[in-house]
Nanobody, 127 residues
Framework: QVQLVESGGGLVQAGGSLRLSCAAS????????MGWFRQAPGKEREFVAA????????YYADSVKGRFTISRDNAKNTVYLQMNSLKPEDTAVYYC????????????????????WGQGTQVTVSS
C-alpha cells in the first residue's frame, strides 16, 4: 500500500513557475515508477510526465515538453514536477500516481497502468 500526498500548487501568472511535490508513504517507494497527470474542468484526466523507478528514464506529454521536468529523490520518497513558462491552459488539478514496477526500468504514460493515486493539488495560471 502506498499513500501519495501532493503539494505545491497555487495561483501563478502566465510565464511563471511552480514546483509540485508528491510525498509517498512506505519503504518501497524506489520500487515504483511514478507519473503526473492533470485534469481540467470538464476534461479527461491526461498524462503530463512519467519517471522510472530509478529516475533514469523520463517521458513527457508533447504539451509540456521543454517546460516541465519530472524528477525523484528516492531517499526522501518524493517525486517532483518543476513547471516553468506556465500557460493558462496548464490550469488543472495535478495528480501524482504510482505504478509497482516488477521488471525493467520503464515509464508509463497510460493512467490505467497506475495502482495508487494522490488527492491532487490545484494549479491555476492567470493570463
Amino acid at each position: 500500500q502506498v499513500q501519495l500526498v501532493e503539494s505545491g500548487g497555487g495561483l501563478v501568472q502566465a510565464g511563471g513557475s511552480l514546483r509540485l511535490s508528491c510525498a509517498a508513504s512506505g519503504r518501497t517507494f524506489s520500487s515504483y515508477a511514478m507519473g503526473w497527470f492533470r485534469q481540467a474542468p470538464g476534461k479527461e484526466r491526461e498524462f503530463v510526465a512519467a519517471i522510472s523507478w530509478s529516475g533514469g528514464n523520463t517521458y513527457y506529454a508533447d504539451s509540456v515538453k521543454g517546460r516541465f521536468t519530472i524528477s525523484r529523490d528516492n531517499a526522501k520518497n518524493t517525486v517532483y514536477l518543476q513547471m516553468n513558462s506556465l500557460k493558462p491552459e496548464d490550469t488543472a488539478v495535478y495528480y501524482c500516481a504510482a505504478h509497482r514496477s516488477t521488471f525493467g526500468d520503464h515509464v508509463f504514460p497510460l493512467k490505467g497502468s497506475y495502482d495508487y493515486w494522490g488527492q491532487g493539488t490545484q494549479v491555476t495560471v492567470s493570463s
